[in-house]
């Protein structure tokens, strides 16, 4: 591991004396980390957000589609209510 006056940090990966920042290149490679990290958060949560969007809008072209056909079932017994009438007087 490390020689007795320095300890390992994890984050920086290395064997330190002080508790100093990493090396620019140790802090480089966590930044481009934590960016693709934030990148991919960000993409997987409007990926969701559109998912639901679509689903939203399935949903509601459904319950239309399904009151049109039930207006256009009752419609077609109103009509045939008022001409069986007619034809019977």
């Keep these: ?6 300890v390992y940090d994890a984050i920086c ?8 920042t990493c090396t620019s290149e140790t802090a480089a490679v966590l930044v481009v980390v934590v ?3 934030v990148v991919v958060v960000v993409v997987v949560v409007v990926v ?6 679509v689903v939203a809008v399935v949903i509601v072209i459904a319950v239309v589609a ?5 207006v256009v079932m009752v ?4 009509v045939k209510a008022v001409l069986a009438v007619f034809v019977f007087v």
């Design 1 to 6: 591991m490390c020689e007795s006056p320095k």
């Design 13 to 20: 990966q290395e064997c330190r004396t002080d508790s100093t």
């Design 35 to 37: 960016v693709v990290v």
């Design 48 to 53: 969701v957000m559109v998912v639901v969007v």
């Design 66 to 70: 399904v009151v049109l056909v039930v």
């Design 75 to 78: 419609a077609i017994v109103i």
